[in-house]
């Protein structure tokens, strides 16, 4: 099962905007980039001079924050955020097993985040082939319809952030095949740092310990598992953990869509209910009124005579205990 994705972040700093620009561009170092398949990458600016002479990372830069300023206000709040990044993208297995056209789904993603935070906020779109998944990173000044710089407008609460989701996953993934992400899900997305500062630590703790003099290889073995096996214990309990999750989540994912059948099925007979009262003659139509008295009446009845049942026998025991 594949998903689309979206991930938003604010920037309240130039330093911040500067540092996502660098990065979007390749003109810093990015360590889980292919430095092979840079050459890939888009960007929204063609980065030639007149005479078709490509213009050095440094300028790439400066014009990027060119335009970021452009679209800044004169006056901006001390803890305001100063623009938004987006990143755009779907499953790995999507693009892996070629279930979709990065190219197609990367453009598409970008007309989607143009018409929803205005084409004109936006100072810079470059996608990414040389990371682990493509992508589209989009990075724009908040600025609404009355123009003023204001990310609450688009970010403003869970409310907003959830139904910029649902509005990502009806106009883009699912043109693509591709689901939504589960509402309300306590899953938290990790920064790329997060992720790589967590691995450096995992790394740390299962390094094997220094082998001390005149210790048998026996003594170091104890030593060693003494050390590892906690760990090990502690990551096949979360393990366990999420399996159990999700084998309540599919359980529960059964259950709506046997629901959703159920309702389907009597939708449909409704439906047939009402095609028979439309085309109907009005002979049919007293006949079908006829049927359907006759049907409710005995409803009617049976419900009556099951109540009377009921009351002669609470009677009875009433009876009996005095």
């Not at 689309?4 to 938003?8: D, E, F, Q, S």
């Not at 920064?191 to 691995?199: D, H, S």
């Not at 094997?208 to 003099?213: D, Q, T």
């Given at each position: 099962m594949a998903f689309?994705?979206?991930?938003?972040a604010k920037l309240k700093e130039d330093g911040n905007v500067g540092a996502s620009v660098s990065h979007a561009l390749r003109t810093r170092e990015t360590p889980n980039a292919d430095?092979?398949?840079t050459s890939d990458n888009w960007c929204c600016y063609n980065f030639t001079d007149e005479k078709g002479k490509t213009i050095t990372k440094e300028n790439a830069d400066k014009i990027?924050?060119?335009?970021?300023?452009k679209r800044l206000p004169q006056k901006v709040r001390k803890n305001g955020v100063r623009a938004i990044e987006l990143m755009l993208t779907a499953s790995p297995e999507a693009f892996q097993e070629k279930k979709i056209n990065p190219i197609e789904y990367l453009n598409n993603c970008d007309s989607w985040a143009k018409k929803t935070f205005g084409a004109k906020n936006i100072f810079l779109?470059?996608?990414?082939?040389?990371?682990?998944?493509?992508?589209s990173s989009i990075l724009l000044v908040p600025t609404d319809p009355k123009g003023k710089l204001n990310c609450r407008y688009f970010l403003g609460g869970g409310a907003k952030l959830?139904?910029?989701q649902d509005s990502f996953f009806e106009q883009v993934g699912k043109k693509f095949g591709l689901e939504r992400g589960v509402k309300g899900s306590k899953a938290r997305h990790q920064?790329?740092?997060?992720?790589?500062?967590?691995?450096e630590q995992l790394d740390k703790a299962i390094?094997?310990?220094?082998?001390?003099?005149?210790?048998s290889f026996e003594q170091y073995s104890v030593r060693y598992k003494a050390k590892i096996l906690p760990l090990l214990q502690k990551h096949e309990e979360k393990v366990l953990e999420l399996s159990r999750d999700n084998l309540t989540l599919k359980s529960n994912l059964n259950a709506v869509q046997r629901r959703l059948e159920a309702l389907e099925s009597d939708l449909k007979r409704e439906?047939?209910?009402v095609n028979q009262w439309e085309s109907a003659s009005p002979k049919q139509l007293i006949n079908l009124a006829t049927k359907l008295q006759n049907e409710n009446f005995k409803s009617w009845s049976d419900k009556a005579k099951h109540e009377t049942m009921n009351t002669k026998t609470r009677e009875k025991s009433i009876d009996f205990e005095r």
């Open positions: 689309c994705i979206m991930r938003t430095k092979a398949k990027a924050m060119a335009e970021y300023r779109i470059t996608h990414h082939y040389d990371e682990l998944t493509p992508h959830r139904a910029l920064t790329v740092k997060q992720f790589y500062t967590k691995l390094e094997p310990p220094a082998k001390k003099m005149l210790e439906m047939e209910k």
